[in-house]
C-alpha cells in the first residue's frame, strides 16, 4: 500500500443542510495547501466542505508517474457526484491545477455544479518553459518541482522535490482541453488571481474571464501573494471573498 505523507491526507468537515464546498488541491502538491482554506470555510461560514487527495499525489513522484490527467479528473468527479448526491448545492473551488480542474467540472457537469472559485488555474495559458519541456524529445525524466512559490516568508508548500516529464505532459492535455472547455461554463464563477506567479501566466485570469459563458462572472486580483496563494499573505481575503460568494450564490436560489 503506498504510503501518504504526512499533512497530505484527505479532508472532510460536515455540515448537514449547508452548502458543500468541493477543495482541490494542484499538481504535485497536496491537501496540504488547501486544508485552511477548507478549515475556515468550514469554520467562519458553516460549510460543508470535501478536500479528497488526488490520484498519484501525496505520496511519491514514483507513485504519480503511474497517473494521468484522467485519473486526477477521476478523483474530483467521484468526489464531487458523492457530495451531489447529499448536498443539492455543491461548489467548487481549486489552487493551480485544482482551478483547473474546477473549470472542467464546471464544463461538463453543470447540473451538478452551483458555482466555482478557480484559484491562479489555468485556462490553456501556460509558460513558454513549459511547452518547450512537453514538446522536447530528449526531455529528462524527472524536472525539479514547482511548489512553494510563496511571497510570505517561512512558508512552505507540502509538494513533491521532482516532477515526472509524463505527468507534466498529462498536465499540459488536461489544461488545453479544459481551455476549449471555457465557453460551457454558465455557472457564477469568482476568478481569484495573483498579480505575481512564477508558475502560470497571471494573464489567464483575464482569459478565464472573458471565455467562459456565465453571465455572472468575476475576479479578484491578489496583490500580496504568488502562486501557491492560499498558504500566502491573502489566504484569509481568499477564505473572506470565497466564502461571500457561496453564502451570496446560494441565497439567491434557496437553501442548501
Given at each position: ?13 460536515e455540515?448537514?443542510?449547508r ?31 470535501c478536500?479528497?487527495r ?7 513522484p514514483?507513485?504519480m ?28 473551488t481549486g ?20 458555482g466555482?472559485?478557480?484559484i491562479?488555474?489555468?485556462g490553456?495559458?501556460l509558460?513558454?518553459?513549459m511547452?518547450?519541456?512537453v514538446?522536447a ?14 511571497k ?15 505527468c ?29 506567479d ?12 472573458q471565455?467562459?459563458g ?16 492560499t498558504?500566502?499573505?491573502?489566504k484569509d ?5 470565497t466564502?461571500r ?7 439567491d436560489?434557496?437553501?442548501?
Amino acid at each position: 500500500m503506498t504510503k501518504i505523507m504526512e499533512g497530505a491526507e484527505a479532508f472532510r468537515f460536515e455540515a448537514e443542510g449547508r452548502p458543500a464546498v468541493l477543495v482541490l488541491h494542484g499538481f504535485t502538491g497536496s491537501t496540504q495547501s488547501m486544508r485552511y482554506l477548507g478549515e475556515e470555510l468550514h469554520r467562519r461560514f458553516g460549510f460543508h466542505v470535501c478536500g479528497p487527495r488526488l490520484a498519484g499525489h501525496g505520496t511519491s513522484p514514483d507513485d504519480m508517474a503511474t497517473t494521468g490527467f484522467l485519473d486526477w479528473l477521476g478523483t474530483a468527479e467521484a468526489a464531487l457526484r458523492e457530495m451531489a448526491a447529499t448536498h443539492r448545492k455543491v461548489f467548487v473551488t481549486g489552487l493551480s491545477m485544482g482551478g483547473t480542474l474546477s473549470l472542467n467540472l464546471a464544463a461538463r457537469f453543470p447540473d451538478l455544479v452551483a458555482g466555482i472559485i478557480p484559484i491562479n488555474g489555468c485556462g490553456g495559458r501556460l509558460s513558454a518553459e513549459m511547452s518547450e519541456l512537453v514538446l522536447a524529445n530528449d526531455a529528462p525524466e524527472r524536472v525539479p518541482g514547482i511548489g512553494s512559490d510563496i511571497k510570505a516568508a517561512g512558508v512552505a508548500e507540502l509538494a513533491y522535490s521532482e516532477v515526472p516529464v509524463s505527468c507534466v505532459r498529462e498536465a499540459n492535455a488536461l489544461m488545453g482541453a479544459t481551455g476549449n472547455l471555457l465557453g460551457k461554463i454558465l455557472c457564477p464563477t469568482l476568478v481569484i488571481q495573483s498579480r505575481e506567479d512564477h508558475v502560470l501566466p497571471p494573464s489567464n485570469g483575464s482569459l478565464i474571464l472573458q471565455s467562459i459563458g456565465s453571465r455572472d462572472a468575476r475576479i479578484l486580483w491578489l496583490e500580496d501573494s504568488y502562486h501557491v496563494a492560499t498558504l500566502d499573505n491573502d489566504k484569509d481575503l481568499i477564505v473572506e471573498r470565497t466564502g461571500r460568494f457561496i453564502s451570496e450564490i446560494a441565497s439567491d436560489g434557496g437553501d442548501s
